[in-house]
C-alpha cells in the first residue's frame, strides 16, 4: 500500500499571505497525485488532479505541482473560502490512498 | 449538472447488515468508474470500494474486503454498496464519487454523503 503523508497537519495563515502544503508518496506515484478541498459539514471538492491540472472553475490562485514522490498544493493568497481542510490522494495504484490532510486555519 | 445522491444510511447493530444507493444524474453513468469513500468522524478520508463502468472488476480496501459487495445498475444509473458484518469501525459518512475515466482517475464528482453509524 502507498503511504501519502502530508505536512504540516495544520498551517495557521492569515488573510492574503500564501500557503504551501506538502503531500509525500511512500512510492512514486508518477502523476496520477489529487488534491481535495474540504469544508466542515461538506463534501469534498476537487481541486487539482494529474498533481497539476486545475479542475474547471477553479481560481488561479491555487497551483500544483511535483511527480514521482513529492508534491505540493499551492494557494497564492489565501482568501476566507480557502480556509478548510486539504488532502492529497494517489489513484495510480491499488488500494487508492488519501493523505492524513492539512488543516487551514486563520492566523 | 453532474448530481449524485446517497441514500441507505442509519443505525444498526453490530453484525448486522445495510446497502448503501447512490443516483447518479447529469452524465453518462455507465461511462464512468464510481467508487464509495468513507470518512469516521473526526477522521481523514479513506478509500472503500471502486467500479468500472462496465462493473466488473470490484475493488475493495482491505479493511472491508469479504464484507463489503458494490455493484451497479447501469439501467438505473445507480451505484451500491452492500454492507454486511457490520462493526462500530464501520460508523462514518459514506460518500459516492465518480471517477473521471471508464476505469479509473480521480474522484471528480462527489455526493453529499449519508451517514451509518453501528452501535448497540
Given at each position: ?16 499571505e ?63 473560502e ?21 488543516k487551514?486555519?486563520?492566523? | ?110 455526493g ?9
Open positions: 500500500e502507498i503511504v501519502m503523508t502530508q505536512s504540516p497537519a495544520t498551517l495557521s495563515v492569515s488573510p492574503g500564501g500557503a504551501t502544503l506538502s503531500c509525500r508518496a511512500s512510492q512514486s506515484v508518477s502523476s496520477s497525485l489529487a488534491w481535495y478541498q474540504q469544508k466542515p459539514g461538506q463534501a469534498p471538492r476537487l481541486l487539482i488532479y494529474g498533481a497539476s491540472t486545475r479542475a474547471t472553475g477553479l481560481p488561479a490562485r491555487f497551483s500544483g505541482s511535483g511527480s514521482g514522490t513529492e508534491f505540493t498544493l499551492t494557494i497564492s493568497s489565501l482568501q476566507s480557502d480556509f478548510a481542510v486539504y488532502y492529497c490522494q494517489q489513484y495510480n495504484n491499488w488500494p487508492l490512498t488519501f493523505g492524513g490532510g492539512t487551514v486555519d486563520i492566523k | 449538472e453532474v448530481q449524485l445522491v446517497e441514500s441507505g444510511g442509519g443505525l444498526v447493530q453490530p453484525g448486522e447488515s445495510l446497502r448503501l444507493s447512490c443516483v447518479a444524474s447529469g452524465f453518462t453513468f455507465s461511462s464512468y468508474a464510481m467508487g464509495w469513500v468513507r470518512q469516521a468522524p473526526g477522521k481523514g478520508l479513506e478509500w472503500v470500494s471502486a467500479l468500472t463502468g462496465g462493473g466488473f472488476p470490484p475493488s475493495y480496501a482491505d479493511s472491508v474486503k469479504g464484507r463489503f459487495t458494490i455493484s451497479r445498475d447501469n439501467s438505473k444509473n445507480t451505484l451500491y454498496l452492500q454492507m454486511n458484518g457490520l462493526r462500530a469501525e464501520d460508523t462514518a459518512v459514506y460518500y459516492c464519487a465518480r471517477r473521471s475515466g471508464t476505469t479509473s482517475g480521480h474522484f471528480d464528482y462527489w453529499r454523503g449519508t451517514l451509518v453509524t453501528v452501535s448497540s
